[in-house]
């Protein structure tokens, strides 16, 4: 089973439909701004989901295991994530522009 972690509560149906699709989808409550708290989680999980109060940078992404795949983030930047990075470990990075609109 596919494990998707997201940073912080959400509203959306979109969980609801990943659970139903066979994905674990785990939500942390609050925003996880906690770099060695979100260290544990990269090691651990296929995708992520974040948003712009949660940094995904290098420092995070150095002990990302090959499992990861994607980090999307629900705002239209990419500030808070070191793209540079998650191109060299084939990490897909998207974005949602206007979800937050």
């Given amino acids: ?6 940073t912080r509560k959400m509203d959306g149906e979109i969980f609801n439909k990943l659970s139903e699709a066979g994905f674990q989808v785990d939500v942390h409550d609050e925003c996880l701004a906690d770099k060695e708290e979100l260290k544990k989680v990269v090691k651990e999980y296929d995708a992520i989901i974040t948003t712009v109060g949660c940094e995904v940078k290098s420092e995070v992404l150095e002990g990302a295991g090959d499992q990861l795949k994607i980090v999307a983030t629900a705002s239209a930047g990419y500030d808070h994530i070191d793209v540079e990075k998650c191109k060299e470990k084939n990490i897909f990075v998207t974005n949602t522009p206007g979800a937050n609109a």
């Fill in 1 to 6: 089973m596919k494990k998707i972690f997201v």
